[in-house]
T-cell receptor, first 114, second 111 residues
Framework: KQEVTQIPAALSVPEGENLVLNCSFT??????LQWFRQDPGKGLTSLLL?????REQTSGRLNASLDKSSGRSTLYIAASQPGDSATYLC?????????????FGRGTQLTVWP | DTAVSQTPKYLVTQMGNDKSIKCEQN?????MYWYKQDSKKFLKIMFS???????INETVPNRFSPKSPDKAHLNLHINSLELGDSAVYFC??????????FGPGTRLTVT
């Protein structure tokens, strides 16, 4: 069974820093890996999706990489802003899974202070 | 327009009651899901429907019964509510194995 781990559980940085959030998964036979953002009391917002055949995806200040062989993905946030404060979740969609079964990590709670 | 909507947003009820949560998506997706986020913020899938057919049915008490009247709707009915059912329930939708789009969540509190 797929297990997804996110490190660190919490991160507090000053505005302007570049930072990296880590995600690891135990079964490398994934279909894709997705990164989400969750604001307090809100739903999940999709940030990036990396297909198993891809190495990275970029959207604005966000860059996500995928290394299936090592079972890792990283989310890089450039020039962090207070508005980036949220919980970031990664989720792996297994290749062998029943359609759509996403396995979530427990998230990294990010605080960016001015 | 809201892509995935859920009602109600908050639900407070007593133990033993029966309640329903409704979900609608206007994205034309063929697959819909129910997830539960516990007090420790861990998200876990409960059910998935593809074209109104139940695809995923995790180890969930049979007090929970999903129902999909059509591709755009997936409802969750919960019988005999227990304290441990208190959580945030999220509906999501996708087209096959593509992006999953989540609703705003329903915060259920059982007293």
């Amino acid at each position: 069974k797929q297990e997804v781990t996110q490190i660190p559980a919490a991160l507090s940085v000053p505005e302007g820093e570049n930072l990296v959030l880590n995600c690891s998964f135990t079964d490398s036979a994934i279909y894709n890996l997705q990164w989400f953002r969750q604001d307090p009391g809100k739903g999940l917002t999709s940030l990036l999706l990396i297909q198993s055949s891809q190495r990275e995806q970029t959207s604005g200040r966000l860059n996500a990489s995928l290394d299936k062989s090592s079972g890792r993905s990283t989310l890089y946030i450039a020039a962090s802003q207070p508005g980036d404060s949220a919980t970031y979740l990664c989720a792996a969609l297994d290749r062998g899974s029943t359609l759509g079964r996403l396995y979530f990590g427990r998230g990294t709670q990010l605080t960016v202070w001015p | 327009d809201t892509a995935v909507s859920q009602t109600p947003k908050y639900l407070v009820t007593q133990m033993g009651n029966d309640k329903s949560i409704k979900c609608e998506q206007n994205l034309g997706h063929d697959t819909m899901y129910w997830y539960k986020q516990d007090s420790k913020k861990f998200l876990k899938i409960m059910f998935s429907y593809n074209n109104k057919e139940l695809i995923i049915n995790e180890t969930v008490p049979n007090r929970f019964s999903p129902k999909s009247p059509d591709k755009a709707h997936l409802n969750l009915h919960i019988n005999s509510l227990e304290l441990g059912d208190s959580a945030v329930y999220f509906c999501a939708s996708s087209q096959d194995r593509a992006w999953q789009y989540f609703g705003p969540g329903t915060r259920l509190t059982v007293t």
